[in-house]
């Protein structure tokens, strides 16, 4: 079963032509990695998944892109139903400057919760999941600015669970981190998939193997090869595929 189908996709900022003819499925309970070098259009195509790139000027798209059997491009989609399905944690750790337990409960609120238990029952859920809970129970109230980057991460991704999202989206989530704090995101994502459908864009090409199951190479804006990524990695087909990661270019 595929959670996400892309079709024909093109993108366009102005005249620039970014994402061409991108075709990709991406199946339920899975983790899909997106490698290629820097500018080749993974984050882009992260992006037209929740429709971030819908508020850049100049953006435009042809293709579908389907989510549970749905275009999400179509007029009728409630965008700000579609993130709540489709979450996404950055590259940085970007918590707000609010309390700890402010932070989780924030997209409850934003969706209209109020039931205070429930709220709290939501968050400590969402800090169990996300292997922050005992690191932080006995400072809720205290300002997540005050985290480590590698807490701080989780945190963003607690936030993003609170909601019971179907997608993560994940742009690079480690590259701000060190190795430590990469393993436990890296750890937390095969404890996610049990649950979510995950797509992470990494330059790590270990990390793309230890946490996905599925990989796409991006090269110029195109998806040059895509499949399991232990074929991806250990009989590419394409001749670029085994130069990128191979390390002789990129």
Partial sequence: MYRIEVEDLNVYFDEAHILKDINLKIPTNTV??????SGCGKSTFVRTLNRMNDVIPGFRHEGKVY????????????????????????????????????NVAYGLRVHGYTDRDFIEERVEESLRAAALWDEVKDKLDKSALGLSGGQ?????????IAIEPEVILMDEPCSALDPISTTKIEDLIHKLKRDYTIII??????????????????LHGEIV??????????????????????????
Avoid: W
């Fill in 225 to 250: 090869e895509s499949g399991l990524t232990e074929k991806i990695f250990i009989e590419p087909k394409d001749k670029r595929t085994e130069d990128y990661i191979t390390g002789r270019f990129g």
């Fill in 201 to 218: 864009v990494t330059h790590n090409m270990q990390q793309a193997t230890r946490v996905s199951k599925y990989t796409a190479f991006f």
């Fill in 152 to 160: 701080q991460q989780r945190l963003c991704i607690a936030r993003t």
């Fill in 32 to 37: 899909t990695a997106l490698i290629g070098p």
């Fill in 67 to 102: 989510l549970d059997g749905k275009d999400i491009y179509d007029p009728d989609m409630d965008v700000v139903e579609l993130r709540k399905k489709v979450g996404m944690v950055f590259q940085k750790p970007n918590p707000f400057p609010k309390s700890i337990f402010e």
